[in-house]
């Protein structure tokens, strides 16, 4: 019998494609396709042989592949050197290491969901 605290992750490998909605109520670790929308309640770390076609909404994210759709984190999302980001971001704390290449717009927040705070528009190549 799994303990109540346990900590799961959902992993999806390199040679797997998942077309349609995807609803994670835990950590995903993504090296394989999305073809479709994300809602993760966890963290997301999508590997840089990972590819996402469709918005995300997750609590945080670590991204090294490439993702074409809006973005949206509660927490902190971090860009790699190797991440390509084609789409607009909604997020409380911002990362874009060197080499890491963004597209879109960002609107960055306090707080999840809060108002009145500064959105640009960027096309960036670290």
Do not use: H, W
């Amino acid at each position: 019998m799994a303990k109540t605290n346990e900590q799961y992750i959902t992993q999806i490998s390199p040679a797997t494609t998942v077309k349609g909605e995807l609803v994670v109520e835990n950590d995903l670790r993504l090296a394989g396709r999305l073809e479709g929308n994300l809602r993760c309640t966890g963290d997301l770390v999508l590997e840089q042989t990972g590819v996402i076609e469709g918005d995300i909404d997750v609590a945080a994210a670590s991204l090294a592949g490439v993702l074409k759709g809006k973005v949206k984190v509660s927490g902190k999302l971090t860009l790699e050197n190797t991440a390509r980001l084609e789409g607009d971001i909604d997020t409380k704390e911002l990362v874009i290491n060197e080499g890491a290449f963004f597209q879109g717009t960002c609107q960055m927040n306090a707080a999840a969901g809060a108002k009145g705070s500064g959105k640009s528009a960027a096309s960036l190549e670290v």
